[in-house]
């Protein structure tokens, strides 16, 4: 078996190995970016030059500590992106399949995962990850609604510490 060799999609996802501060742009009112004890972090590793592993750590709004786990890579035999998210808060594994946009910048996952209602429905999500250089990337989390448009309900700001 020969191994597997990068391609420039594994390039892309290479621009966010580091270690990033991570801003929440739509936290509750008592949340204060500059504090320490509120700042969320993620170092993201290679493995292989065909994946990247993000290990993500801060405090939720209740207080409680959060660590979640990103993987994501690229599957030339599908052409698409693929990956997962867990949490600590929360027992779904989001499995993720996604695309390039062709700004080159916007990486859009999609995953399906339980209604926040509470229904135990499954609904779509996406989340979209726009690297707008090597220091400074967006991330945005929206659900399908019934008429089939998507509506954002987090987002955040990420930067490279390193």
Known sequence: ???????KEHQFLHRMVGKWKITSTTSDANYDPDDPEQCFTETVRSIGGLWIVGDSKGRMPDESPMTAVLTIGFDPAKGRFVGSWVGSMMTNMWVYTGWLEPDGKTLV????????????DMALYRDVITLHDDHHRTFASSSRQPDGSFKEF????FHRVE
């Open 109 to 120: 996952l999609e995953a399906e995962g339980p209604k926040f209602d509470g229904s135990g």
């Open 1 to 7: 078996m020969k191994c597997a060799e990068p391609q």
């Open 154 to 157: 987090m987002s955040s700001e």
